[in-house]
């Protein structure tokens, strides 16, 4: 009798592992099967809504509005900081895989749901906001290089509104759609479009450094690379050149650029396409090596602080500070697209708030597929 209860164990124990790992493998997501030809789609969208707290936290807005005002007159570049630390966030969207799913079904057996919550983590979920622990076996999205130099004054800003917020309304607010808001609000106190942001996102329940690679735009990337990297999120060539705009604010790290004013591509000569009067004043703040590793310049070297459509016209005039920035202008794919937004300050903040509102819903969290932490660098497990 013992033998044949432990032979029904090890069975139980086989199908167990065995449903786990045929379940990530055709893709058993949030609300039922999916297939191999679905998961190759565009990212889902989940319906968010301008409304979703009016009934646990009507004020939410205004008391995040609060922390950001205050913010933005003691440090206005803490503004463009927070919306680059909402990109990062929200371009770390990855699918579900079948080595991610085995890696988890030998000790996750009492709930597929849970599977399914380990192997998802994607999108705007305010994953990069948790910090990194002392001698933590787990390594998160801020240990990744391509994420160190994130302001940590952006960092504060989100902590800061999320304790305001859980003051007045506490566990009701996530700290992925508190960090919407922010960039929202740093884009309009800027002189920038005052758009709607939609709420409704969950907050992850996990950050992991190695799915962030091969996720967020990098300073020498291509126009090909990038739009890839922007179909990959359901976004288009359009929302590419819009959201770029972003960089009308905003300061980068010389070892983002440098390359570009001494050896460019490996020529041992400067970049072609840049503005010679640009190239001399770069190379006096950022030498060939030795220099200060904390020295920046601006994105946009006529209105370094003003949400406006500079940047643009700035690449017409050869004064796109990354390689990345100026390759829009010299690409055809997207030359008139850059040239179309210069000339209109309307359409451009158009565009922008339209693809921030798309980059922001891309495969969000909801219902029991996240959690609402109470301070956003650490999960409520911690």
């Given at each position: 009798?013992?033998?044949?209860?432990?032979?029904?164990?090890?069975?139980?124990?086989?199908?167990?592992?065995?449903?786990?790992?045929?379940s990530?493998?055709?893709?058993?997501?949030?609300?039922?099967?999916?297939?191999?030809?679905?998961?190759?789609?565009?990212?889902?969208?989940?319906?968010?809504?301008?409304?979703?707290?009016?009934?646990?936290?009507?004020?939410?807005?205004?008391?995040?509005?609060?922390?950001?005002?205050?913010?933005?007159?003691?440090?206005?570049?803490?503004g463009?900081?927070?919306?680059?630390?909402?990109?990062?966030?929200?371009?770390?969207?990855?699918?579900?895989?079948?080595?991610?799913?085995?890696?988890?079904?030998?000790?996750?057996?009492?709930?597929?749901?849970?599977?399914?919550?380990?192997?998802?983590?994607?999108?705007?979920?305010?994953?990069?906001?948790?910090?990194?622990?002392?001698?933590?076996?787990?390594?998160?999205?801020?240990?990744?290089?391509?994420?160190?130099?994130?302001?940590?004054?952006?960092?504060?800003?989100?902590?800061?509104?999320?304790?305001?917020?859980?003051?007045?309304?506490?566990?009701?607010?996530?700290?992925?759609?508190?960090?919407?808001?922010?960039?929202?609000d740093?884009?309009?106190l800027?002189?920038?479009?005052?758009?709607?942001?939609?709420?409704?996102?969950?907050?992850?329940?996990?950050?992991?450094?190695?799915?962030?690679?091969?996720?967020?735009?990098?300073?020498?990337?291509?126009?090909?690379?990038?739009?890839?990297?922007?179909?990959?999120?359901?976004?288009?060539?359009?929302?590419?050149?819009?959201?770029?705009g972003?960089?009308?604010?905003?300061?980068?790290?010389?070892?983002?650029?440098?390359?570009?004013?001494?050896?460019?591509?490996?020529?041992g000569e400067?970049?072609?396409?840049?503005?010679?009067?640009?190239?001399?004043?770069?190379?006096m703040s950022?030498?060939?090596?030795?220099?200060?590793?904390d020295?920046?310049?601006?994105?946009?070297?006529?209105?370094?602080?003003?949400?406006?459509?500079?940047?643009?016209?700035?690449?017409?005039?050869?004064?796109?500070?990354?390689?990345?920035?100026?390759?829009?202008?010299?690409?055809?794919r997207?030359?008139?697209?850059?040239?179309?937004?210069?000339r209109?300050?309307?359409?451009?903040?158009?565009?922008?708030?339209?693809?921030?509102?798309?980059?922001?819903?891309i495969?969000?969290?909801?219902?029991?597929?996240?959690?609402?932490?109470?301070?956003?660098s650490k999960?409520?497990?911690?």
């Amino acid at each position: 009798m013992g033998g044949r209860s432990s032979f029904l164990r090890v069975a139980l124990l086989t199908f167990s592992l065995g449903f786990c790992f045929v379940s990530c493998c055709v893709g058993f997501v949030e609300g039922g099967y999916s297939n191999a030809t679905k998961r190759k789609r565009v990212p889902v969208r989940h319906q968010l809504s301008l409304d979703f707290y009016a009934n646990t936290c009507p004020h939410v807005d205004q008391l995040v509005a609060s922390v950001t005002a205050r913010r933005f007159r003691d440090s206005p570049a803490s503004g463009a900081a927070t919306i680059r630390l909402f990109f990062h966030d929200c371009f770390v969207e990855v699918k579900p895989k079948n080595l991610c799913c085995a890696a988890h079904c030998s000790r996750i057996l009492s709930s597929l749901a849970k599977v399914r919550r380990v192997c998802w983590m994607q999108g705007c979920d305010a994953s990069i906001l948790i910090a990194p622990t002392t001698g933590g076996k787990v390594v998160v999205e801020r240990d990744v290089e391509d994420n160190k130099n994130l302001a940590p004054e952006a960092f504060e800003i989100v902590e800061m509104a999320k304790a305001l917020v859980e003051s007045k309304c506490p566990g009701m607010v996530t700290c992925a759609d508190i960090l919407a808001m922010a960039a929202r609000d740093f884009v309009r106190l800027a002189g920038g479009p005052n758009y709607g942001v939609k709420k409704g996102r969950k907050d992850s329940r996990v950050s992991m450094a190695g799915k962030v690679r091969g996720n967020l735009p990098r300073a020498n990337s291509t126009v090909d690379e990038l739009i890839r990297l922007f179909a990959a999120k359901g976004l288009r060539t359009e929302d590419l050149v819009a959201l770029s705009g972003a960089h009308t604010i905003g300061f980068s790290h010389c070892d983002q650029f440098v390359s570009r004013l001494y050896d460019f591509r490996g020529t041992g000569e400067p970049d072609p396409s840049i503005d010679l009067r640009l190239l001399k004043a770069l190379r006096m703040s950022c030498p060939r090596s030795g220099g200060n590793n904390d020295v920046v310049a601006p994105f946009d070297v006529q209105t370094p602080f003003s949400f406006d459509h500079m940047y643009y016209g700035n690449l017409e005039a050869k004064m796109g500070l990354l390689a990345t920035d100026q390759a829009l202008f010299l690409d055809p794919r997207t030359r008139s697209l850059v040239q179309g937004l210069g000339r209109d300050k309307v359409r451009f903040f158009d565009a922008f708030a339209a693809g921030m509102e798309k980059m922001g819903s891309i495969r969000v969290k909801k219902g029991k597929t996240g959690e609402i932490r109470k301070v956003c660098s650490k999960h409520l497990a911690a």
